[in-house]
């Protein structure tokens, strides 16, 4: 029986060969030799919206699926798509089950001690997501109560770190937004704190629910890969053209509604960290 993960990518994969032209192949997770006809294999979290999600005719859709496909053509590489778990992500980039792994990935020192990062694509700050009639409207308003946080996400850290500072009674983890969100709208926990890209994206037709506060925290994302894979140098120079020739901008104003700001990660091109 087929896991949950490759439930998913099987079904993805189906979808995406009738729906883009693009060739996409399923294969074993095992480790393989890379050559230029294998497919690339990426590693996502599925439900990480406006980055890779389901939409409702059952494509894989979002901002860094549109990437990773004008990438993978450029490449003349078909696509093998992964759905897991975040925190599940670094282990697979380690064992090479997979090559390539997405999710608003922010890069950070200590992710650097163990992988490779293509340059930055999109800048960040972390967030405060509450229900509407909540009554809280900042961090301080969340002591002795429980917060949420995706599993092994930035947002998580940044809660590790400042636990104390806030007094928050408990943090809960998560895998993947839909079920913290409906645990929110139950009153389960009082805030939820993450990436803003994705929870202002989220909330816009979530009625029961707002983004309360920016948390700034200066976070850039990009692919991330096994260390002293060349595969990274290649990735990097089709995001630099996608750069240069305005593709990311228009993959930006795609999914947020506006084209990106002059002087941030989706229009500058910037060194590999």
Same mark, same amino acid.
């Given at each position: 029986?087929?896991?949950?993960?490759?439930?998913?990518?099987?079904?993805?994969?189906?979808?995406?060969?009738?729906?883009?032209?693009? %060739?996409?192949?399923?294969?074993?997770?095992? %480790?393989? $030799?890379?050559? $230029?006809?294998?497919?690339?294999?990426?590693?996502?979290? =599925?439900?990480n919206?406006?980055? !890779?999600?389901?939409? +409702?005719?059952?494509?894989l =859709?979002?901002?860094? =699926?549109?990437? *990773?496909?004008? *990438?993978? +053509?450029?490449?003349?590489?078909?696509? !093998?798509?992964?759905?897991?778990?975040? *925190?599940?992500? /670094?282990?697979?980039?380690?064992?090479?089950?997979?090559?390539?792994?997405?999710?608003?990935?922010?890069?950070?020192?200590?992710?650097?001690?163990? /992988?490779?990062?293509?340059?930055?694509?999109?800048?960040?700050?972390?967030?405060?997501? =509450?229900?509407v009639?909540?009554?809280?409207?900042?961090? +301080?308003?969340?002591?002795?109560?429980?917060?949420?946080?995706?599993?092994?996400?930035?947002?998580?850290?940044? &809660?590790e770190?400042?636990?104390?500072?806030?007094?928050?009674?408990?943090?809960?983890r998560?895998?993947?937004?839909?079920? %913290?969100?409906?645990?929110?709208?139950?009153?389960?926990?009082?805030?939820?704190?993450?990436?803003i890209?994705?929870?202002?994206?989220?909330?816009?037709?979530?009625?029961?629910?707002?983004v309360?506060?920016?948390?700034?925290?200066?976070?850039?994302?990009? /692919?991330?890969?096994?260390?002293?894979?060349?595969?990274?140098? !290649? &990735?990097?120079?089709?995001?630099?053209?996608?750069k240069? $020739?305005?593709?990311?901008?228009?993959?930006?104003?795609?999914?947020?509604?506006?084209?990106?700001?002059?002087?941030?990660? $989706?229009?500058?091109?910037?060194? &590999?960290?």
């Amino acid at each position: 029986m087929l896991s949950k993960s490759n439930r998913f990518s099987r079904r993805f994969v189906l979808q995406l060969l009738g729906g883009t032209g693009l %060739a996409i192949a399923f294969s074993s997770c095992r %480790a393989q $030799t890379p050559t $230029t006809t294998a497919p690339l294999r990426i590693g996502l979290n =599925v439900g990480n919206v406006p980055w !890779e999600f389901e939409n +409702e005719a059952g494509e894989l =859709v979002g901002f860094e =699926v549109d990437m *990773i496909k004008h *990438i993978a +053509e450029q490449l003349n590489r078909p696509l !093998e798509f992964l759905d897991l778990p975040f *925190i599940d992500l /670094f282990p697979s980039l380690l064992s090479q089950r997979i090559d390539i792994a997405m999710a608003s990935i922010t890069i950070t020192s200590e992710r650097l001690e163990n /992988f490779d990062f293509a340059q930055p694509y999109y800048d960040s700050d972390q967030s405060l997501t =509450v229900k509407v009639d909540s009554n809280i409207t900042r961090l +301080e308003d969340l002591q002795g109560q429980e917060v949420g946080v995706e599993n092994g996400s930035t947002g998580d850290q940044w &809660v590790e770190e400042h636990k104390e500072k806030y007094q928050f009674s408990r943090i809960r983890r998560y895998e993947g937004l839909p079920p %913290a969100m409906a645990d929110l709208e139950a009153g389960i926990f009082a805030g939820y704190i993450s990436d803003i890209p994705g929870m202002l994206h989220y909330t816009q037709d979530k009625p029961l629910l707002q983004v309360v506060q920016r948390i700034p925290t200066g976070e850039q994302y990009s /692919f991330m890969f096994a260390k002293g894979n060349p595969l990274r140098d !290649e &990735v990097n120079a089709e995001i630099t053209r996608l750069k240069e $020739t305005g593709q990311l901008a228009e993959i930006h104003e795609r999914w947020f509604g506006t084209p990106p700001d002059e002087g941030t990660s $989706t229009v500058d091109v910037l060194p &590999v960290p």
